[in-house]
């Protein structure tokens, strides 16, 4: 069973502050995904990443996928209250599209 | 919007009944997904279908059944409901099956949260 542990569980940070949200597994991953949730709404997807090693960037948004495909960063540059959710991981197998999600990070960006 | 629809948005029932969720991909997705979210499991795969066909099975109870309908719309069924299959169920469509050709991009829909007393 793949499995994908985030930490931390829960980000409590003041507007403008730099932030790291991390995606752990010890299995391999064909993919790695980032969803942010709002409440009341489905997961969306930020980024995809499939390459070992490869970064990318949205916005104030750094992604990156560990070489051995086992690990994901998320990092968040100057924090505003918008950024405010949960954040997902996800893990996409080799033999079906389904996701193996990680527990998620629910970040608060205070005013 | 997602483009991928799901009814009832809140269900509220007894333990012992059965409830039926219904979801409707984006258009042109062939492959449907359901998740389970709660607060102690997280988002939890509960199974697949492609153009009709279950494709992947996760951690589905038996109690639990869904199917795709020949218009690519799905159900999932809930029998025999206990106190602890209270969650959000999450629907997801994609265009193709997933597997080797590369990410597979999922699009979910806004969820049915189901409470059970």
């Known amino acids: ?111 | 919007d997602s483009g991928v629809t799901q009814t009832p948005k809140h269900l509220i029932t007894a333990t012992g009944q059965r409830v039926t969720l219904r979801c409707s991909p984006r258009s042109g997705d062939l492959s449907v997904y359901w998740y389970q979210q709660s607060l102690d499991q997280g988002l939890q795969f509960l199974i697949q279908y492609y153009n009709g066909e279950e494709r992947a099975k996760g951690n589905i109870l038996e109690r639990f059944s869904a199917q795709q309908f020949p218009d690519l719309h799905s159900e999932l069924n809930l029998s025999s409901l206990e106190l602890g299959d209270s969650a959000l169920y999450f629907c997801a469509s994609s265009l193709n099956p997933g597997g080797l050709s590369g990410a597979n991009v999922l699009t979910f829909g806004a969820g049915s949260r189901l409470t059970v007393l």
Do not use: M
Request: aromatic residues 10%; charged residues 15%.
């Open chain 1, 1 to 111: 069973t793949q499995l994908l542990e985030q930490s931390p569980q829960f980000l409590s940070i003041q507007e403008g502050e730099n932030l790291t949200v991390y995606c752990n597994s010890s299995s391999v991953f064909s993919s790695l995904q980032w969803y942010r949730q709002e409440p009341g709404e489905g997961p969306v997807l930020l980024v995809t990443v499939v390459t070992g090693g490869e970064v990318k960037k949205l916005k104030r948004l750094t992604f990156q996928f560990g070489d051995a495909r086992k690990d994901s960063s998320l990092h968040i540059t100057a924090a505003q209250p918008g950024d405010t959710g949960l954040y997902l991981c996800a893990g996409g197998g080799t033999s079906y599209g389904k996701l193996t999600f990680g527990q998620g990070t629910i970040l608060t960006v205070h005013p």
